[in-house]
């Protein structure tokens, strides 16, 4: 007995050695498998009680997934925002939903017609969608732009008139205004000069350019013509400010009229030489035959820039700055013809009259028309028949220079008024009278116009 057990002593002790070592090794496996399979203690069954041998995603561990390229990533738990927000954002569907389509793709939303305007312009269906604003009529109308312009008693330009301080009437009837703004409009300007006036006078005019460039902004576009016995452009329509001054520049080459002796009935021979304070008048002599003076063309001049205005764009305030001395002779158009293309077109004249024409004698004399001599009040009847105002009579080189940034700043600084009216093509002429609610108060505008008839 005594021999059996140390026999079974000896043994067991190798055996609890060997138990041992297979403890601690099934032991640490244990804590290892887990750890490998990402912390699962219960692997997913299939539904007959076996472990599915299909590989399963890992878990979310928290770490964000990198950022696209293309768009920004979108917020956990939301859809990404479309890039057009006029179109609707429909939810997802549903699995349920997508099996019943027989597993075919739906075909995306067809895209909407798209309407492109030129820039600056609203399409006509949503002008009656917009506040704070005059709403256009909708019936066929013609519309009827007035430009105006308010000053005092002293020149200066009124600001600060809302629609509510105009009143217009058409032909002695009052309308109803659907359109008034105070913004300045770009300027499409023709530029008509005088260069068969007197040579001294000429010459003014001359050193005058530089301020007349610099009366105009970069964003206005302006041409040249000049006129005498013909008419001729010089520029056609450009914004380049600096091919306006080459123009004016090439035309200095022309000396101007009476160059030579002066003729007897030119209003700057009206005086008597003097020498030494003497005068030299000598004995009256018999009168001569004069021959008959060159033509002097205003209106063809006025009618030729007219007609390149008329093809402007609409959208621009259209003028004439004509710097002459004002006499009209042997032109092919009428006084009555221009201005109707003017009225028609909706074109304003400006004027800066120099030489002789700016005389406060002569304009008295002007008043009469004498045959050999032709007209010399037109264009005072231009400019206030198309809404420019009072002419600007200068005699000296600076004020010839104001005078340019005053008629600039004066068409920069107008009201418009709109409002609409039936045309029919026997409309005849329409009269316009502009009306303040201001006493003490200058107002210019066009006299009338000719209504377009309606496009059928």
């Given at each position: 007995m005594a021999q059996s057990k140390g026999l079974w002593k000896g043994k067991n002790t190798?055996?609890?050695?060997?138990?041992?070592?297979?403890?601690i090794t099934v032991a640490l496996w244990a804590v290892a498998l887990p750890a490998q399979t990402g912390g699962s203690q219960n692997p997913p069954q299939s539904s007959n009680g076996t472990q599915s041998s299909q590989p399963q995603p890992q878990a979310d561990q928290g770490i964000p997934d990198a950022p696209s390229a293309?768009?920004?990533?979108?917020?956990?738990?939301?859809?990404?925002?479309?890039t057009n927000p006029s179109y609707p954002i429909e939810p997802p569907q549903s699995e349920s939903n997508a099996s019943s389509s027989s597993g075919a793709t739906q075909p995306p939303p067809k895209m909407p017609p798209v309407q492109t305007v030129p820039p600056g312009t609203i399409p006509h269906n949503q002008?009656?969608?917009?506040?704070g604003v005059y709403k256009l009529p909708t019936v066929s109308v013609g519309q009827v732009m007035v430009p105006v312009t308010v000053k005092y008693s002293n020149g200066r330009l009124v600001e600060g008139l809302g629609p509510k301080d105009f009143t217009v009437l058409d032909n002695?009837?009052?309308?109803?205004?659907?359109?008034?703004?105070?913004?300045?409009?770009?300027?499409s300007v023709a530029v008509v000069l005088d260069i068969g006036t007197h040579e001294v006078t000429l010459h003014q005019v001359y050193e005058s350019f530089?301020?007349?460039?610099?009366?105009?902004?970069?964003?206005d576009e302006f041409s040249l013509y000049t006129y005498s016995s013909t008419v001729a452009q010089q520029l056609d329509f450009t914004h380049n400010s600096q091919r306006f001054e080459e123009a004016l520049n090439s035309i200095k080459l022309y000396p101007g009229r009476n160059n030579g002796p002066q003729q007897l009935n030119d209003p700057f021979s009206m005086s008597c030489p003097m020498v030494n304070s003497v005068p030299v008048c000598g004995p009256p002599i018999a009168p001569v035959q004069t021959p008959t003076r060159e033509a002097h063309v205003l209106n063809d001049a006025i009618l030729r820039a007219a007609l390149d205005l008329g093809k402007r764009d609409k959208n621009r305030s259209k003028v004439i700055l004509v710097v002459s001395d004002g006499?009209?002779?042997g032109s092919q158009a009428s006084y009555k013809d221009v201005l109707r293309v003017l009225e028609t077109r909706n074109i304003q004249v400006q004027a800066v009259v120099v030489g002789g024409g700016a005389m406060p004698?002569?304009?008295q004399i002007g008043k009469f028309h004498l045959r050999e001599q032709g007209f010399w009040d037109l264009l005072p009847r231009y400019t206030k028949a198309t809404?420019?105002?009072?002419?600007?009579?200068?005699?000296?080189?600076?004020?010839?220079?104001?005078?340019?940034?005053?008629?600039?700043?004066?068409?920069?600084?107008?009201?418009?008024?709109?409002?609409?009216?039936?045309?029919?093509p026997s409309s005849m002429y329409h009269s316009i009278d502009v009306l303040v609610d201001r006493g003490g108060l200058k107002i210019y505008a066009k006299d009338g116009y000719y209504p377009a008839p309606t496009p059928r």
């Open positions: 190798r055996g609890w050695d060997w138990l041992f070592i297979v403890g293309v768009q920004p990533p979108a917020a956990q738990g939301q859809l990404p925002q479309p002008l009656a969608n917009q506040e002695g009837r009052k309308v109803t205004l659907n359109y008034f703004t105070s913004d300045s409009f770009l300027l530089g301020s007349l460039v610099g009366a105009f902004s970069p964003y006499q009209e002779l004698v002569w304009k809404g420019g105002g009072q002419v600007n009579a200068e005699l000296t080189r600076n004020s010839i220079e104001d005078a340019y940034g005053r008629i600039t700043s004066d068409v920069r600084n107008q009201y418009t008024v709109g409002y609409a009216i039936r045309s029919t």
